[in-house]
């Protein structure tokens, strides 16, 4: 059979709720088509290949699979219960009408249109890059790397509509913000169904880096702190040290990305390098560091002020670092810019 169930270790939370109910995902429930755009696969088979599938052809029976497969993550979008209540209400609609003899007020189940308006073709790409070796499980591939299919084709539809008579209204927030309506095959109700019950079914499994420990990082700074104090070590050589030593205790101690850590502002950092040096009775010794940047979620650069203790708990000495950086561009704008 073609593997499109994922692999599921013990500790998973997909594994407990698997062990709740043995046929969750791979099975449909009464009434899931009620409330689902749904088409069987030879109904499919035949909007894709205008013809039935071959008993004989392998690729045939493949996409079978996997047409079924798509159908029930999309089934299964919505939970039994919320299933079970639909069919109920749907029921005593019927029953209401039938009994005061009117017309029963509900939709006709219409035929759909050969071909693919409804996204099934990116859905099948989507379950075929799923089950390929990933980077953290040799069985599969993650949710977030192959939902990405459906934002790419998303986007290249909205740059091929380019008709002069196309709808052009727009939702236009409080703040100017403008949302551009949109619809296509990648937002059809049949793919939010699916996407959603393709992301419920799928474990995510994460691996976690390996932490960088403060002692680790407490004794590079010492080996560099011994060849800075070293007499055979020239001016240059021990600018570098200074500086890089200044980059590592501002971005370990503080959590920063690797990139951040190149915001530090100069200017502030001499200025206010002095505050926190002798602490008031409620206060510990600490360092005061300004960054200047564009942080993630965040419009436009701006000015992050942030305080690191002198001495770390791991032995990272924060103070004496940025001290030295602080005079080294003091001396750098004094050369570059002297008094009159």
Same mark, same amino acid.
């Given at each position: 059979m073609f593997p499109v169930n994922r692999a599921f270790n013990d500790e998973s939370e997909y594994y407990r709720r698997r062990r709740e109910d043995a046929t969750k995902y791979l099975v449909a429930r009464p009434g899931d088509w009620l409330f689902a755009p749904f088409q069987c696969e030879l109904c499919w088979m035949i909007n894709f290949h205008g013809r039935l599938p071959l008993p004989n052809e392998f690729l045939d029976r493949q996409e079978m699979i996997l047409i079924r497969r798509v159908n029930l993550d999309m089934f299964w979008s919505r939970e039994t219960g919320t299933v079970r209540g639909l069919v109920y209400d749907l029921k005593d609609i019927v029953k209401r009408a039938t009994w005061r003899k009117r017309i029963i007020p509900l939709d006709k189940v219409k035929q759909w249109e050969i071909g693919d308006s409804q996204g099934m073709g990116i859905a099948l790409l989507m379950l075929e890059k799923s089950i390929e070796p990933g980077r953290n499980s040799a069985g599969y591939k993650q949710f977030d790397t192959v939902r990405k299919f459906r934002s790419t084709t998303s986007n290249l539809s909205i740059a091929m509509a380019n008709d002069p008579d196309a709808d052009t209204r727009v939702m236009k927030s409080l703040k100017g913000r403008v949302l551009h309506m949109h619809y296509g095959p990648m937002q059809t109700i049949f793919m939010e169904r699916f996407t959603? $019950?393709? +992301?419920? +079914? %799928?474990?995510?499994?994460?691996? +976690?880096?390996?932490? #960088?420990? $403060?002692?680790?990082?407490?004794?590079? #700074? $010492?080996? %560099?702190?011994e060849q800075y104090m070293d007499f055979t070590t020239s001016n240059k050589r021990k600018r570098e040290i200074a500086m890089c030593a200044g980059y590592i205790a501002v971005t370990y101690c503080y959590g920063l990305l690797g990139n951040e850590g190149m915001w530090v502002d100069a200017d502030r950092l001499c200025r206010g390098v002095r505050v926190g040096e002798i602490p008031s009775r409620n206060e510990i010794?600490?360092?005061?560091v300004s960054l200047l940047g564009r942080f993630k979620g965040e419009e436009g650069d701006r000015m992050h002020v942030f305080c690191l203790a002198s001495t770390s708990g791991s032995g990272i000495q924060t103070r004496r670092i940025l001290e030295r950086v602080a005079s080294i561009q003091e001396v750098s704008v004094t050369l570059r810019f002297p008094p009159e």
């Open positions: 959603q $019950g393709m +992301r419920i +079914r %799928m474990p995510a499994e994460k691996v +976690r880096n390996l932490p #960088l420990l $403060g002692s680790s990082v407490a004794k590079i #700074l $010492g080996v %560099m702190e010794s600490h360092i005061i």
